[in-house]
Antibody
Framework: QVQLVQSGAEVKKPGASVKVSCRAS????????IHWVRQAPEQGLEWMGI????????SYAQKFQGRVTMTRDTSTSTLYMELSSLRSEDTAVYYC?????????????WGQGTTVTVSS | DIQLTQSPSFLSASVGDRVTITCRAS??????IAWYQQKPGKAPKLLIY???TLQSGVPSRFSGSGSGTEFTLTISSLQPEDFATYYC?????????FGPGTKVDIK
């Protein structure tokens, strides 16, 4: 079945970077865009960006420009989201979600989430 | 960026009630709207996309409508498993923003 399995929880200090992975299985990896979404504790959903696994092209929310990098490894069907210069406000659950063959389709299958805690 | 507002923010309802949630966009987004359900500690679940298309496997008591700037999610007969928070998301233009959410609680 279609699955996205994310890496485990992380605890980071302010100023550090975190790299979250999302391993896809059960479908043709290069045929579907991947969204990255985060949710701070007791808060709503926040869209961070999108990657096209075919060529690796990305679009990031302005808020994260310069701090986020989304990449993919087609040999292992794995997506990565790296966030740098972490601050306490980046404490959140980070999700990857499979979109569609076109960018304007929503996430129909979601990873289980990766909790990132930023604390000194 | 396109801003989405949802109303109400909180809704108290009983099993069997008809529930309607509204999502308004700050500018026209055609039909590029999706609706999600999220339960505590879980990832969001896609319910509706393209404003009115029911995602595979989602019960038919869920329906969506609207175009342009105003959209609705309707649950025709609320079931115990429907108590959750609901989010809309626009996919018309980057960034693909979410609404603030509507929490549906048990009356």
């Amino acid at each position: 079945q279609v699955q996205l399995v994310q890496s485990g929880a992380e605890v980071k200090k302010p100023g550090a970077s975190v790299k979250v992975s999302c391993r896809a299985s059960g479908y043709i990896f290069t045929s579907y865009y991947i969204h990255w979404v985060r949710q701070a504790p007791e808060q709503g959903l926040e869209w961070m960006g999108i990657i096209n696994p075919t060529g690796g092209s990305t679009s990031y929310a302005q808020k994260f420009q310069g701090r986020v990098t989304m990449t993919r490894d087609t040999s292992t069907s794995t997506l990565y989201m790296e966030l740098s210069s972490l601050r306490s406000e980046d404490t959140a659950v980070y999700y990857c979600a499979r979109g569609g063959p076109f960018a304007r389709l929503p996430g129909d299958v979601w990873g289980q989430g990766t909790t990132v805690t930023v604390s000194s | 960026d396109i801003q989405l507002t949802q109303s109400p923010s909180f809704l108290s309802a009983s099993v069997g009630d008809r529930v309607t949630i509204t999502c308004r966009a700050s500018q026209g987004i055609s039909s590029y709207i999706a609706w999600y359900q999220q339960k505590p500690g879980k990832a969001p679940k896609l319910l509706i996309y393209a404003a009115s298309t029911l995602q595979s496997g989602v019960p038919s008591r869920f329906s969506g409508s609207g175009s342009g700037t105003e959209f609705t999610l309707t649950i025709s007969s609320l079931q115990p498993e429907d108590f959750a928070t609901y989010y809309c998301q626009q996919l018309n233009s980057y960034p693909f923003t979410f609404g603030p959410g509507t929490k549906v609680d048990i009356k």
